[in-house]
């Protein structure tokens, strides 16, 4: 099964989930209403939490994990991720905070205690080192991430644009019964 219980936790599904059947959702993790999570993706909490909004959606490959709590972090970090966020293919969180309305393009890598604030896109492939915070309202790109220019208008409508499309999608699946 691949909604699995772990430590006397169960994932929280909110309504018209898809997860995909070679996903895995383990642990203390909620997932909020209209979320998809794609084939081979890895969201576990087993040692901390994951929350992650509405209508988010997590591509193909990606692994989301927290910080667990320990003598060199005695809180550690959870994941959090807010809603309207695009989670692009084999991207890789771990124990940061992540706004709404945010583009993580595909093969990016978001580091322990990081914050990414709202309306932020990061480039493929990029790096967002341990506790750097991406301001709200840029294209942020490379390794590690750096702030390259302001979004535009039409960036910003793409956030609601790409949720709403990955919803449609998962409601596709979710229709063929898959």
Partial sequence: MNIRQFAGKTPLLGECVFVDSSAVVLGDVELGDDCS???ATVIRGDMHRIRIGARTSVQDGSVLHITHAG??????????????????????????????????????????????EDEVILGAGSLVPANKTLRSGYLYMGSPAKEVRPLSDKEREFFPYTAANYVRLKDQYLQEGL
Avoid at 75 to 91: A, F, N, R, S
């Fill in 71 to 116: 003598p060199f972090n005695p809180e550690g970090y959870p994941l959090i991720i807010g809603d309207d966020v695009t989670i692009g293919h084999k991207v890789l969180l771990h124990g940061c905070r992540i706004g709404s309305r945010i583009l993580i393009g595909m093969g990016s890598i978001v580091m322990d205690g990081a914050v990414i």
């Fill in 37 to 39: 999570v794609w084939p």
